[in-house]
């Protein structure tokens, strides 16, 4: 679960924020509702005593609200706020809270944060960052690619080859995203993204020849920060008078953080140009998401023959 520290942090990269009361909450979890949790855009807004149990933003608008009320009015808003466990305010453009506040603040302890910024830029970029901690995220261990616009993670069992598929891969004009370890956030009901970590950015293990940093080799076009995943291609060594079904008649998924991911198989031997058939499975997918079916149109064709020939 997400700590005020992690989302402090998260929005000191995008602009000018500062602890004002309450840091000793710095890494307790962010107390979300149920509702909350599902609907993580829900916990940041404008100040709302509908909703008090958010982050709220407090800028001018805000400010001569607090001006207009009675000094018992203000403090029983603070009141109310703490007991519905409110996640703290967002005191934006630098604007001085009533004075009668800043005690009664400091007793609760309510999280409080102070910014230049405006109320508009600062709920944009504090609703994002708290969806970012908030998303469902997992690590897989694979290959991260870009091929022909399309993210495929190329799975498969340790030695495989996946690594080197990947390589060869680059050395055809396609983009590595992540090698060994890839992390996954949703950032979408249908949309799963994946990306490095930082410490193995732009980073392959070859076995043999050690760790090639791919962008320095191949230059800025031969990697790529993130993608979406839309392919999970998995590399299987067959045993001997193990069957593979050639023409499967169904579709075959795979679930990554709750949702259908396209997946296929493909048989790992001696002499089988792997990067064209990853290329290849990349343009069947292509198509299958335009609504063309190879297999299927087959399958149609083939039982119109036969209906022919049974005179039918």
Wanted: with cysteine.
């Amino acid at each position: 679960m997400a700590t005020y520290q992690q989302l402090f942090n998260l929005c000191k990269k995008k602009f000018n924020i500062s602890w004002l009361y309450g840091q000793s909450h710095a890494n307790e979890k962010l107390f979300l509702t149920e509702k909350a949790k599902q609907y993580p855009t829900l916990c940041v807004g404008f100040l709302n005593i509908i909703h008090p149990d958010r982050l709220h933003i407090i800028g001018p608008a805000e400010i001569e609200f607090f001006n207009q009320i009675s000094h018992d009015a203000r403090i029983g808003f603070l009141q109310k706020l703490v007991d519905n466990k409110s996640l703290g305010l967002v005191v934006c453009l630098d604007l001085a809270l009533p004075d009668d506040m800043i005690q009664p603040l400091i007793d609760t302890n309510l999280p409080v944060f102070g910014t230049s910024e405006p109320p508009e830029k600062v709920l944009t970029f504090v609703r994002h960052n708290i969806v970012k901690l908030l998303a469902p995220s997992c690590s897989m261990h694979g290959v991260f690619m870009d091929v022909f616009g399309m993210g495929i993670l190329l799975s498969g069992q340790s030695g495989i080859g996946k690594s080197e598929l990947g390589l060869e891969l680059v050395t055809r004009g396609h983009g590595l995203v992540a090698d060994d370890v890839v992390d996954f956030i949703q950032r979408a009901p249908d949309w799963v993204e994946g990306s490095a970590p930082a410490l193995l950015a732009n980073l392959l293990e070859v076995r043999g020849i050690g760790l090639l940093d791919i962008k320095t080799i191949f230059g800025e076009t031969s990697v790529r920060r993130k993608m979406r995943l839309n392919l999970v291609a998995e590399l299987k060594q067959f045993d001997q008078g193990e069957l593979m079904e050639r023409l499967p008649e169904t579709e075959l998924f795979t679930e990554v953080l709750g949702q259908p991911i396209r997946k296929m198989i493909i048989p790992v031997g001696g002499g089988r140009n792997l990067a064209v058939l990853v290329e290849a499975a990349v343009r069947s997918a292509i198509l299958q998401l335009r609504g063309i079916n190879t297999i299927q149109e087959f399958f149609d064709r083939q039982r119109k023959l036969m209906e022919q020939e049974d005179g039918f």
